[in-house]
């Protein structure tokens, strides 16, 4: 594993011409992005290959400033290509998120209503205030607060087994 290396054969020659660069196809194919056929075997490429790329351009003709023009529309071809992908994603996610807080809007409003918003009057106040003073009167004697104690619980054992005896009876 990895001890193959890779075979790519870029050929450059100089032409009978000043600044003119010869480029193979795969070179250009390449530089614009697209994909590249494997060739099948090593023979050189055939003189229609060679002489004339996709675009209709011998490429005797491309001089260095046509092959940096030519590479720089590749680049904002693929940039355009991932701008737009990268957009239709970030919709998707939009669309997805709100989809999310809109169900859990709905689930928090459910919950709310089946549990929160229930409002309970509260039990034995009075009992429980007495309790409460004379805890107060007394730190340091809580039990001569046992009768007040023992009353303000029988009253809120009462009242939750009234609260059943109603919750029950409406089921019936």
């Known amino acids: 594993m990895g001890g193959s290396q890779s075979t790519r054969k870029v050929t450059l020659e100089q032409g009978n011409m000043e600044g003119v660069v010869k480029v193979s196809a795969s070179v250009v194919k390449r530089m614009r992005g697209e994909p590249e056929d494997e060739p099948s075997s090593d023979a050189p490429p055939s003189e229609s290959e060679a002489g004339r790329p996709r675009d209709g351009i011998p490429r005797e003709t491309l001089l260095p400033h046509e092959q940096k023009a030519v590479l720089h529309e590749a680049l904002q071809e693929r940039d355009r290509y991932w701008q737009d992908k990268l957009q239709t994603v970030e919709e ?9 807080v809109e169900q859990f809007h709905k689930a928090a409003e459910e919950v709310e209503a ?27 004697q809580t039990l001569n607060c046992a009768q007040q104690t023992k009353a303000f619980t029988n009253c809120v054992e009462n009242a939750r087994l009234h ?6 009876g409406h089921q019936a």
């Not at 998707?92 to 999310?100: F, G, R, S, V």
């Not at 089946?114 to 340091?140: G, S």
């Not at 609260?163 to 029950?168: E, K, M, Q």
């Open 114 to 140: 089946k549990f929160i918003k229930q409002h309970y009057k509260p039990v034995c106040q009075d009992l429980q205030e007495a309790v409460m003073t004379c805890y107060v009167e007394n730190p340091k």
């Open 163 to 168: 609260s059943l005896r109603g919750t029950l």
């Open 92 to 100: 998707k996610n939009a669309q997805l998120n709100q989809l999310t």
